[in-house]
């Protein structure tokens, strides 16, 4: 099946820092990537949709300027975590949809712990 | 507003039972439905689908049964296994390419 990677898988960062995170489609293109969060004991909670070559479609309630996308090409999505807090600490998961398949698929994730 | 709806939590089966886990939505447009099984601190892997043009699903120990009229789909686990035992999410979509609604999740426990 089609694989997404992300980077890093864990990563542990001061408060007030910013921290980069990776979503790669590895063999297919992806026009669409979406980005999640998941707090403890709750479902996947969408973020943003990030579409190749334009600006990323945020969910009501998620700040712009602190979560920064950038769907740079057909295989690669960036979420930027600007000025990281403790309450920013969770679990991102990006996922991607490769041309017109429903089908989503899912990076494994990236455990955030802002200190 | 939560457009897909899992009610239970969690569920503990015995090994080789029938895991029986349910999903309700409340959106008539969607018409895509997918299952995905999580383990802890991984992503969620893709499990079986089905779209509104059917009502049942089979893939091996996994069947999806769809009723569009009340708005619900189950998964069905038979028999199931120890290593069955994970979070399972619900999803939906209008279309092609639009993002996908989740579930809370249902918490399964496949008891040796």
């Known amino acids: 099946g089609a694989v997404v990677s992300q980077h890093p898988s864990r990563v542990i960062c001061k408060s007030g820092t910013s921290v980069k995170i990776e979503c790669r489609s590895l063999d297919f293109q992806a026009t669409t990537m979406f980005w999640y969060r998941q707090f403890p004991k709750q479902s996947l909670m969408l973020m943003a949709t990030?579409?190749?070559?334009?600006?990323?479609?945020?969910e009501q309630g998620v700040e712009k300027d602190k979560f920064l996308i950038n769907h740079a090409s057909l295989t690669l999505s960036t979420l930027t975590v600007t000025s990281a807090h403790p309450e920013d600490s969770s679990f991102y998961i990006c996922s991607a949809i490769p041309g017109t398949s429903y089908e989503q698929y899912f990076g494994p994730g990236t455990r955030l712990t802002v200190t | 507003d939560q457009q897909v709806k899992q009610n239970s939590p969690s569920l503990s089966v015995q090994e080789g039972r029938i895991s029986i886990l349910n999903c309700d939505y409340t959106?008539?447009?969607?018409?895509?439905f997918l299952w995905y099984k999580k383990y802890p601190a991984e992503g969620p892997t893709f499990l079986i689908s089905i779209s509104s043009i059917k009502d049942k699903n089979e893939d091996g120990r996994f069947t999806v049964f769809l009723n569009k009229s009340a708005k619900h789909l189950s998964l069905h686990i038979v028999p199931s296994q120890p290593g069955d035992s994970a979070v399972y999410f619900c999803a939906a979509s209008e279309r092609v390419g639009n993002q996908f609604y989740f579930g809370t999740g249902t918490s399964l426990t496949v008891i040796p």
């Open positions: 959106n008539s447009m969607f018409d895509y």
């Open positions: 990030s579409n190749e070559g334009s600006k990323a479609t945020y």
